[in-house]
Nanobody
Framework: QVQLVESGGGLVQAGGSLRLSCVVS????????MGWYRQAPEKQRELVAT???????TYSASVKGRFTINRDNTKNTVYLQMNSLKPEDAAVYYC???????WGQGTQVTVSS
């Protein structure tokens, strides 16, 4: 059984920072491409950032320059450092295994203006 468990969400003021973590456990390779997605109320889930096994990274235009994705394969963990947060960044953030399609349960990020 594979599990993706996110943590690190919370309430932050606009301009603040948060660091999300996603720990992958179970019978899954730690070298998979991983992604962070988010879903705001009444909106579709959208891609935030991805990182491949070879550390190739992509960002959505809305977060580029403010968010940083990285991974620690020794800990089977993917991180999302979010800086200069804006109210429009508020959403539930999900971790996703890009190869096998597993999702985490999500972590709520709230940004106050």
């Amino acid at each position: 059984q594979v599990q993706l468990v996110e943590s690190g969400g919370g309430l932050v003021q606009a301009g603040g920072s948060l660091r999300l973590s996603c720990v992958v456990s179970g019978s899954i390779s730690s070298i998979n491409a991983m992604g962070w997605y988010r879903q705001a109320p009444e909106k579709q889930r959208e891609l935030v950032a991805t990182i491949t096994a070879g550390l190739s990274i992509t960002y959505s235009a809305s977060v580029k320059g403010r968010f940083t994705i990285n991974r620690d394969n020794t800990k089977n963990t993917v991180y999302l450092q979010m800086n200069s947060l804006k109210p429009e960044d508020a959403a539930v953030y999900y971790c996703h295994d890009e190869i096998y399609g597993y999702w985490g349960q999500g972590t709520q990020v709230t940004v106050s203006s």
